[in-house]
C-alpha cells in the first residue's frame, strides 16, 4: 500500500511540474504584446500622416490655397496629443530600451519644436498674408496719388512702387539672392526719395513701405518655418523608431517562438504520457471488470445462499410456530417489562383467556395471584439474573389464576434471556392441579382398598359369631317363650291360693315379682329379642354386601342379577344419603345381564354418591331430606337403571363437561373429577351401553344406565 | 487543454499594419469663415450637473460669485465690464472672455495657458479675485450636499472629485455654441440673410486682411498674435501691466511679450467692451484700433461701418439659461 500510495504521489507530482512547466512555458510565449506593439505602430504612423498634413497645411496656407487655420490648428492638437502618449506606448510595446528611448527622445523633441513651427507659422503667416494682401492695394492707390500731383519725380515714384509691389509678389513665389537684393535696394531707393512725396501722401507712402518692408522680413520668418515644417524630419524619426520596435519584434519572437518549440514537445511529451496512462488505465479498467465479474458472480451466490437461508429461517418459523401453538403447555413470551407478547391456545385454554386480551398486558397482575406474586417473582429474578439455577428450582410450582378467576396450580419455566431477543422471557406452564389431584385420590384409593380388603376380612371373620349368635337369639327366644309361659302358670297357680292362706313367703315373692317389673319384662323381652334377631340379620346382611362388594375382580363378564347387586350397593352406600335423603326402590324383574359386577356397582355407587351430595347441597341447613329413586327395567335387549334425585340439577354450562375426566365442582380433596369420566369409561367403553341423564334445574338430575342383556359382544353383532 | 494551448502559443501573430482612416482631405479655396455646427452633442447628465455647478455661486469661497456671475449667458457669456470682479468685489486684472462657443477656441484664456476646458476651470475657481476657493473646500462642500452627492452619483461611477467638477463643467460649456447667426445662414446659402451692406463688410473684413487672423469657424481662437503688429499699442496706450504681457507670462519667450489669443469674434456685437484690457468701448473703436496696430491700415467711416455691420451678424441663437439658475445673484455693485 504504502508503495502504491507513495507511487501515486510521484505521478500527481510529475504531473503538477508538467502542468507548471506547460504554464511557464506558456507565459513566456505571451511576453510579447502584440496589441501595445500595433498601437504603437498605429501612433507613430499616425504622426506622419499629421506631418504630411501640417506641411500640406502650411505650404497651403502659405501660398494662399487655404485661408483659414481650423485644418491646421487641429492636425497641430493631433501632433501634441500624439506626441504626449508617445512614450507611453513606446514602454508599453518594447518596455525600457535604450536605443528606442533615445529615438523617441528625438521624435518627441522634434514634435515639440514642430508644434511651436505650427503656432509660429500661424502667426507670422497672418502678418506675412495682410501685407501680402494689402501691399498691392497700398500700392496701387499710392501710385495713383503720386502720379496725380504730376510731377516727374512722382511719376517716377510710382513707378518705382509699382515695381517694388511686383517683384515682392514674385520674389514671394520665387525666392531668389538676385531678386532679394533687387527688391532690398529697391526698398533703400524708394525710402531715399522719400522726401520727394507730397505731405498729404506721406504717411501712405510710409504705410507702403512698412508694408513692403514687413513682407519681405516676414517671408524671411514664415519659409523657413513652413521649410522645417514640410520637411520630413519627423517622418524619418519615426520611420526610425518604427524600424527599431519591428527588430525589437522580430528578436523576441525569435526568443518566443524558441519557448513555443518547448512548449510543443513537452507538449507531445504529455500527449505520449497520456496515452501511456490510457492504455495503463484500460488494462486495469479490463482487470476491474474481471473483478466485477467474479465479485457479481459471487454476489449471486451469497443471493442465492441468502435465499436458502430465508428459506429456512421461514420454514424454522412455521415449525417453531407450529409447535408453539399445537403444544400443550402455555407458552407465554414477556417483554423486558413484563408485558405479554405472545400467548399460544393452550395459554389461552389454560389460562381461559384469549390472546388479544392479553396482549401487552402484565403478566403478573393478568395471572399470577396476589398471594403468588412475591414467590413468583423471587422465582423469575433468579431465572433472570442467572443466578445458579438449581433443578429443583428450574420448575416452579406455583398457584395461578384464569382470566374467569379460577385458581390453579402450575408448573412454570422459564427459558433464560437472550439479548438477541430483546430480552424476551419464555415461559412454559403446565397445569398440575389434575396430577396433584389424582396424587391425592389414588392414595385415597389405596386407602379404600387396603379397608375394603380388611373390611371383607373382618366381614367374614364378623359373619360367624354374627351367625351363632343370631342362633343363640332364637334359643333364647325359644326359651324365655317357655319361660314366659312357666311364669305365668305359676302365677295362675298361686292366684288359686286364697287370700289367707298365702303366706307371708309368697307375699314377699309377689314383692320381689314386683321389684322385677317382671310383667314389663315378659312383655318386653320377647320385643328386645326380636330386635336383637333384626339387628343381627341387618349385620349379617352388611357383611353379605362388604362381602359381595369387595368380591375380588373378575377378569371376565359373568351373568350377575343387577337387582342384587343394585341391593348390595345401595346397603354399602346408605352411609353416603341416609342423612339427606330417603331411597325409593322400584325394581323389575330383571333378566341376568352378563357384566363386570364389581364396575357396574362402583358406576352406580358413584352416581348415588353424586347424587348425595347434590341433594346435600339443596338441603343442607334444613332438617328436610331429598329422595333417591333407584329404577331398574328392562327395555329392549337392554337393562336400564336408572337413579333419580332431587338435588338442584346440572347448570346448562358445564353440562357438556360433567364427563371430562378431572372436571368437579366440588371442593378439593372431596371430589376427584373422575367419578363420571369413569363411569362413562366403564359403560360405554367396556360393556358397549350407554350413560345419559336427564336434569332440570332446581328439580334434580336423573342418570340412565343402560346395559345390554347380552353384553358387549352381542351388541357389536347386533350392530354389525 | 494541451490542444489549447498548443493552439494558443503556436498561433501567428497578426501584427496589424492596416492604415487608419483618412483624414478628410484638404480643402482648398474655402471660404475663410465656417458656419457653427448647430449643436453640440454632449452627455446630458454631465452637461445638467456642469449647468448646475456654472450657475452656484456656492462654488466661491464665500458664496457669492458664480461661473455665471461673470459669463452671464444672457449676455453673451461675459458680463460688460472691463473687468470683471470676483468676491469681496474684488477686480480682476483682464477681461472676462465670453464662455459661448469657449469650446472652438485652441487654447483657454487670453494667454493661452490652458489646453483644454477641463484644465481652465480651476483658473477662476482658485483666483483669489475670482471665486477664491480650493479644491479641498469645494469638494468638501459637494459632498455636503445629498443634491450634488446624487447627481454626482449618477452621471460619474467614482461621485464626486476634483476631475469629474472639471469634466462636468467642461461637459456643459461645450453645449454652450451659438448657431444660426445671419451671417452663417448667409454661408450656409442664405443670399437673403445678409444685406448687400453688411456682405460689402464682409469682403472689406477679408480684403483688409481681418480674415488673417480672425478666421475659421469660430473666427479667431485658433492661433496667437501680437498685439501690435504694425505699430506698439502698448507703447501708445501706456501704464503697461503685466497682464499686457499675456502668453510671455507663460512661456517667458521675449517674442511671446504682447502675444495673445486671438479672441472669436462670435456675438462680438455682445460683447463690448473688447480687448484684453477693455479697453474699446465700442466695434467702431475696435475696428480701428485693429486696423491701426494690426493691419497698419487706416480704414475710414464708410469702411469701418461696413465692418462693423458684419461683426453685427456674427450674433447667433445664444443658449437658454440653465432652468435652476433663478438663484445665482447677479451680483451688484459694491
Not at chain 1, 671 to 676: A, E, H, R
Not at chain 2, 89 to 118: C, K, M, Y
Not at chain 2, 148 to 169: M, S
Request: with cysteine.
Amino acid at each position: 500500500v504504502t508503495l502504491r500510495g507513495s507511487r501515486a504521489w510521484l505521478i500527481v507530482f510529475a504531473a503538477f511540474v508538467a502542468l507548471a512547466l506547460c504554464g511557464i512555458l506558456y507565459q513566456r510565449t505571451q511576453t510579447i504584446d502584440l496589441r501595445a506593439h500595433a498601437e504603437l505602430e498605429r501612433l507613430l504612423q499616425h504622426m506622419q500622416e499629421v506631418d504630411s498634413d501640417l506641411g500640406k497645411y502650411v505650404l497651403a496656407s502659405r501660398y494662399g490655397l487655404v485661408n483659414q487655420y481650423d485644418g491646421l490648428t487641429h492636425s497641430n492638437a493631433e501632433l501634441d496629443s500624439s506626441r504626449a502618449e508617445l512614450r507611453a506606448r513606446l514602454i508599453g510595446a518594447v518596455g525600457e530600451d535604450s536605443k528606442t528611448a533615445h529615438t523617441v527622445a528625438r521624435l518627441e523633441q522634434a514634435a515639440r519644436s514642430m508644434h511651436a513651427d505650427v503656432e509660429q507659422f500661424k502667426t507670422q503667416n497672418s502678418v506675412l498674408k495682410n501685407s501680402l494682401f494689402y501691399l498691392p492695394v497700398a500700392g496701387d492707390s499710392l501710385a495713383f496719388e503720386l502720379s496725380e500731383a504730376h510731377t516727374s519725380d512722382g511719376d517716377l515714384l510710382a513707378l518705382e512702387v509699382t515695381t517694388l509691389v511686383r517683384s515682392t509678389l514674385v520674389y514671394n513665389l520665387l525666392k531668389t539672392g538676385t531678386l532679394r537684393e533687387s527688391l532690398l535696394s529697391q526698398q533703400d531707393r524708394l525710402e531715399a526719395n522719400a522726401g520727394t512725396v507730397p505731405t498729404s501722401t506721406r504717411p501712405r507712402f510710409a504705410q507702403f513701405l512698412r508694408h513692403a518692408q514687413t513682407l519681405l522680413r516676414q517671408q524671411e520668418v514664415v519659409d523657413p518655418l513652413v521649410a522645417r515644417i514640410s520637411s520630413n524630419t519627423l517622418s524619418e524619426l519615426s520611420d526610425q523608431l518604427d524600424a527599431q520596435c519591428a527588430e525589437h519584434l522580430e528578436l523576441e519572437e525569435a526568443r518566443v517562438n524558441r519557448y513555443r518549440v518547448a512548449l510543443s514537445s513537452l507538449v507531445v511529451l504529455l500527449v505520449a504520457a497520456l496515452v501511456a496512462i490510457a492504455h495503463s488505465l484500460r488494462v486495469v479498467y479490463a482487470n476491474l471488470e474481471q473483478q466485477v465479474l467474479d465479485r457479481t458472480r459471487l454476489l449471486a451466490d451469497e443471493k442465492v445462499a441468502l435465499e436458502v437461508a430465508e428459506r429456512l429461517a421461514r420454514l424454522n418459523e412455521v415449525r417453531l410456530n407450529a409447535i408453539i401453538e399445537g403444544a400443550r403447555e402455555g407458552i407465554v413470551r414477556l417483554g423486558p417489562d413484563g408485558h405479554v407478547r405472545s400467548w399460544n391456545p393452550a395459554a389461552a385454554q389454560l389460562f381461559e383467556s384469549t390472546w388479544p386480551q392479553t396482549q401487552g398486558k402484565p403478566f403478573l397482575t393478568l395471572a399470577v395471584p396476589q398471594e403468588s406474586q412475591e414467590t413468583f417473582l423471587a422465582w423469575l429474578t433468579r431465572v433472570d439474573t442467572n443466578e445458579r439455577v438449581d433443578s429443583a428450582d428450574y420448575w416452579h410450582e406455583d398457584s395461578f389464576v384464569t382470566g374467569t378467576g379460577r385458581v390453579f396450580l402450575a408448573e412454570c419455566s422459564a427459558a433464560r434471556r437472550d439479548p438477541m431477543l430483546d430480552d424476551e422471557v419464555t415461559l412454559f406452564i403446565r397445569d398440575i392441579s389434575l396430577a396433584k389431584q389424582m396424587e391425592a385420590e389414588l392414595s385415597q384409593a389405596q386407602k379404600l382398598e387396603s379397608v375394603g380388603r380388611l373390611a371383607a376380612g373382618i366381614a367374614h371373620e364378623i359373619n360367624t359369631p354374627v351367625q351363632f349368635v343370631s342362633d343363640s337369639c332364637f334359643f333364647v327366644g325359644d326359651a324365655f317363650q317357655a319361660m314366659a309361659r312357666l311364669v305365668a302358670g305359676y302365677n295362675a297357680l298361686v292366684g288359686t291360693i286364697p287370700q289367707e292362706l298365702r303366706h307371708a313367703f309368697l307375699a314377699e315373692a309377689a314383692a320381689l315379682q314386683e321389684e322385677a317389673d317382671l310383667t314389663y319384662v315378659l312383655e318386653s323381652t320377647p320385643k328386645a329379642l326380636e330386635t336383637m334377631v333384626e339387628g343381627l340379620k341387618r349385620v349379617a346382611e352388611l357383611v353379605a354386601g362388604m362381602r359381595n362388594f369387595a368380591h375380588p375382580d373378575q377378569k371376565e363378564m359373568v351373568l350377575v342379577d343387577l337387582n342384587q347387586a343394585l341391593k348390595s350397593t345401595l346397603t354399602i352406600a346408605r352411609n353416603e344419603y341416609k342423612y339427606v335423603a330417603e331411597l325409593e326402590t322400584d325394581l323389575a324383574d330383571l333378566p341376568q345381564v352378563i357384566c363386570h359386577a364389581r364396575e357396574v356397582n362402583q358406576v352406580v355407587l358413584n352416581i348415588i354418591v353424586n347424587s348425595a351430595h347434590a341433594i346435600a347441597e339443596v338441603v343442607k341447613g334444613s332438617d328436610k331430606k331429598g329422595l333417591i329413586r333407584v329404577l331398574s327395567r328392562v327395555d329392549q335387549d337392554s337393562v336400564v337403571i336408572s337413579i333419580a334425585d332431587s338435588g338442584g340439577g346440572i347448570p346448562a354450562e358445564i353440562q357438556a363437561r360433567i364427563f371430562d375426566p378431572f372436571f368437579t365442582t366440588k371442593e378439593v380433596g372431596r371430589g376427584t373429577g373422575q367419578g363420571l369420566a369413569i363411569a362413562r369409561s366403564v359403560i360405554v367403553e367396556k360393556h358397549g351401553g350407554q350413560l345419559s341423564f336427564e336434569t332440570e334445574l332446581g328439580k334434580g338430575t336423573t342418570f340412565h344406565v343402560r346395559l345390554p342383556i347380552a353384553g358387549k359382544a352381542s351388541q357389536a353383532r347386533s350392530a354389525a | 487543454l494541451l490542444t489549447l494551448l498548443v493552439g494558443v502559443g503556436c498561433k501567428d501573430a497578426p501584427v496589424a499594419r492596416q492604415h487608419r482612416e483618412s483624414e478628410p482631405e484638404l480643402q482648398l479655396q474655402q471660404e475663410p469663415l465656417q458656419p457653427l455646427p448647430e449643436r453640440a452633442i454632449q452627455d446630458p447628465k454631465r452637461a445638467a450637473l456642469g449647468a448646475k455647478l456654472f450657475a452656484d455661486v456656492r462654488l466661491s469661497a464665500n458664496g457669492t460669485v458664480a461661473c455665471a456671475s461673470c459669463h452671464v449667458l444672457a449676455l453673451a457669456g461675459q458680463d460688460g465690464r472691463r473687468v470683471s470682479l470676483g468676491i469681496h468685489g474684488l477686480p480682476g486684472n483682464i477681461n472676462a472672455p465670453s464662455v459661448l462657443n469657449s469650446s472652438l477656441n485652441f487654447v483657454q484664456f487670453w494667454d493661452g495657458r490652458a489646453a483644454t476646458l477641463e484644465e481652465q476651470v480651476e483658473g477662476p475657481l482658485t483666483n483669489s479675485a475670482e471665486m477664491g476657493n480650493d479644491w479641498a473646500h469645494l469638494l468638501s462642500f459637494l459632498k455636503t450636499d445629498a443634491r450634488y452627492t446624487e447627481l454626482f452619483g449618477q452621471a460619474f461611477k467614482d461621485g464626486i472629485c476634483e476631475a469629474n467638477v472639471r469634466t462636468a463643467l467642461a461637459t456643459y460649456e461645450r453645449t454652450l455654441l451659438t448657431p444660426d447667426s445671419s451671417f452663417d445662414r448667409w454661408l450656409r446659402g442664405d443670399r437673403h440673410a445678409l444685406s448687400s451692406n453688411e456682405v460689402a463688410g464682409y469682403e472689406r473684413f477679408k480684403s483688409a486682411g481681418c480674415v488673417a487672423c480672425h478666421q475659421g469657424v469660430n473666427v479667431g481662437g485658433n492661433m496667437f498674435q501680437r498685439f501690435g503688429v504694425m505699430g506698439e499699442y502698448f507703447q501708445d496706450r501706456g501704464h503697461i501691466v503685466a497682464a499686457d504681457f499675456g502668453r510671455f507670462n507663460v512661456t517667458h519667450l521675449e517674442a511671446d511679450r504682447f502675444v495673445f489669443r486671438v479672441p472669436s469674434l462670435r456675438n462680438v456685437a455682445l460683447t463690448a467692451p473688447y480687448f484684453h484690457d477693455g479697453s474699446a468701448a465700442t466695434l467702431e473703436d475696435a475696428v480701428g484700433t485693429m486696423a491701426k496696430y494690426q493691419l497698419g491700415q487706416t480704414l475710414d467711416a464708410t469702411a469701418t461701418a461696413q465692418v462693423v455691420a458684419f461683426l453685427k451678424t456674427l450674433t447667433g441663437r445664444l443658449p437658454d439659461a440653465p432652468a435652476d439658475s433663478a438663484r445665482v445673484a447677479n451680483r451688484v455693485d459694491p
